[in-house]
Structure formats: C-alpha cells, structure tokens
Nanobody, 120 residues
Framework: QVHLVESGGGLVQPGGSLRLSCAAS????????MGWFRQAPGKQRELVAV???????NSLESVKGRFTISRDNAKNTVYLQMNSLKPEDTAVYYC??????????????WGQGTQVTVSS
C-alpha cells in the first residue's frame, strides 16, 4: 500500500502564493507519474501539473507561468509552487501517484486533498 500525505493548503489573497507538498511512502515499486489534480465545487477533477515518465511535465494551460511543479526523488516528494493565485484557482488539490508494477500494470493512488482558497 502507498500513502500520500499533502500539506500546504490554506487561505490566500488574490496575487498571493502557496506551496503544496506531497510525500509518498509505503511499498512503491516505481513511480511512473506523480503530480497534482484539483476539483472545484460543482466541477470535474482536472489535471493541474504532473511529472510524466522520463521526467518531462505537463500542466494545465491556465496555470502555466504561475504554477511550478518540482520534486525530490530521494524523498518521493512532489511540490507545487503556486504564484499569482486567482480566485478561480480555489479548489481542493489532490496529489496523485501512478505506480508501475513489475507485471507491467499500473496502480493509482490519491491523497486526501488539501483546500486552497483564494479570496480577499
């Protein structure tokens, strides 16, 4: 079993910054993808930013130039630095990990979510 623990959410004014962290622990075989999704009230969960196999990244168009995903491989931890936050960034942010198992299959894990609220 793999556990994801997120931290760093909170309330921030428009234009402010927050840094989210997600630490993975447990019986990880090989991290294939790891990153962040978010879900706002009444909306579908959407990908924010993720590390792809090979180390490249993919991110939501609306956060490019404002959000930066980074990681510490030794700690199995991924970060999301969020700058110039806007009210529309308000959502529950979920950490996500896709584990590549030895039989070639994939198993996905989710964190419990951390609330980010951007409001004056």
């Amino acid at each position: 079993q793999v556990h994801l623990v997120e931290s760093g959410g909170g309330l921030v004014q428009p234009g402010g910054s927050l840094r989210l962290s997600c630490a993975a622990s447990g019986r990880i075989v090989s991290i294939n993808r790891m990153g962040w999704f978010r879900q706002a009230p009444g909306k579908q969960r959407e990908l924010v930013a993720v590390f792809l196999p090979g180390g490249s990244t993919n991110s939501l168009e609306s956060v490019k130039g404002r959000f930066t995903i980074s990681r510490d491989n030794a700690k199995n931890t991924v970060y999301l630095q969020m700058n110039s936050l806007k009210p529309e960034d308000t959502a529950v942010y979920y950490c996500y990990l896709e584990d590549a198992l030895r039989d070639g299959s994939r198993r996905t894990y989710w964190g419990q979510g951390t609330q980010v609220t951007v409001s004056s």
